[in-house]
């Protein structure tokens, strides 16, 4: 099964991973070779900052198109992988492997439908 882990941050733990930028990279890169060795990782990327996102809403078939994000909130989503793993349990345990666990938060969320290009 496939699982979503979002990952979200927020000023303080961004700034924690400014003072110890090394430590962190060391421990996303060695997380991320093994989810590649055990072909659990599908993919992720990181996210640009909440300042540059567009929020876009339609209501009565008129698009109202708002900088930032949908709402005011300090968290804010940094990125996000793609695991296929058996369980969740396995996807929770990866997600509290993940640095942004301990510094802010991730959440895990089944892949339920995919579409295909």
Partial sequence: MKYLLMIYTNPASQDAIASSHDEVMAEVDALMRELGESGELVGGQALDGPESARTVKVRGGVPAVTDGPFLEAKEYLAGYLIVDCPNVERATEIAARWPDA??????VRPIINEISA
């Fill in 102 to 107: 301990r510094l802010c938060a991730m959440e």
